[in-house]
């Protein structure tokens, strides 16, 4: 059985950092691009980041790009995001999620998801 789980959410300052991983387990995640995505109460889930079965293959949401950096572990079949300049909008649920193929930023395109670690950030 395939699954992820995302940890190192928390509650942080304005300006702080945090850094989640992602463990994957049930299959090989090599050939897969990870994603990660959010959710704020009360919004649709948005497309935060994502990498590819190649790890030069990386995009960013524009509201996350230069603060936020996406990477992977294939050995341990790991995913990970570095939260940096963290602001009070950057509060959600972050969501890991694997796929084989499809638009990186469609979360209708990713077969699995982990159950979500919560950011919190404080002003």
């Known amino acids: 059985q395939v699954h992820l789980v995302e940890s190192g959410g928390g509650l942080v300052q304005a300006g702080g950092s945090l850094r989640l991983s992602c463990a994957g387990s049930g299959r090989a995640f090599r050939m897969d691009t990870m994603g990660w995505f959010r959710q704020a109460a009360g919004r649709e889930r948005e497309f935060v980041a994502a990498?590819?079965?190649?790890?030069?293959?990386?995009e960013y949401a524009d509201y996350v790009k230069g603060r936020f950096t996406i990477s992977r572990d294939y050995a341990e079949n790991m995913v990970y995001l570095q939260l940096n300049s963290l602001k009070p909008e950057d509060t959600a649920v972050y969501y890991c999620?694997?796929?084989?193929?499809?638009?990186?930023?469609?979360?209708?395109?990713?077969?699995?998801w982990g159950q979500g670690t919560q950011v919190t950030v404080s002003s």
């Open positions: 990498i590819g079965w190649n790890s030069n293959l990386i």
């Open positions: 999620a694997s796929a084989r193929a499809g638009t990186w930023s469609n979360p209708d395109d990713y077969d699995y």
